[in-house]
């Protein structure tokens, strides 16, 4: 069964940062992009970040600078390093790779 395990949320600060992973139990990991989303309370999920088969990466305007998503294929494991990071940035925070999504991690960013 193909599963993405998310890990890495928490509570920070304003202006500290958090690496979230997900973790992929599936054969052909390389073969599809991964993309990172984010759904705050009352709002529709948006999209943060996307990475190609070939490393291609791109953001959100609101994230750009700030975040780094990144893959790494013989791991299986994709990643969303967040930097700087303000309290509008507090959501559920999702991986997505194929059509299967990840279970979600609380990003909270308060003082």
């Known amino acids: 069964q193909v599963q993405l395990v998310e890990s890495g949320g928490g509570l920070v600060q304003p202006g500290g940062s958090l690496k979230l992973s997900c973790a992929a139990s599936?054969?052909?990991?390389?073969?599809?992009?991964m993309g990172w989303y984010r759904q705050a309370p009352g709002k529709q999920r948006e999209w943060v970040a996307s990475i190609t088969t070939g490393g291609t990466t791109n953001y959100a305007d609101s994230v750009k600078g700030r975040f780094t998503i990144s893959r790494d294929s013989v791991k299986k494991t994709g990643y969303l390093q967040m930097n700087n990071l303000k309290p509008e940035d507090t959501s559920v925070y999702y991986c997505k790779w194929n059509d299967i999504w990840g279970q979600g991690s609380q990003v909270t960013v308060s003082s």
């Open positions: 599936v054969r052909n990991f390389s073969i599809y992009p």
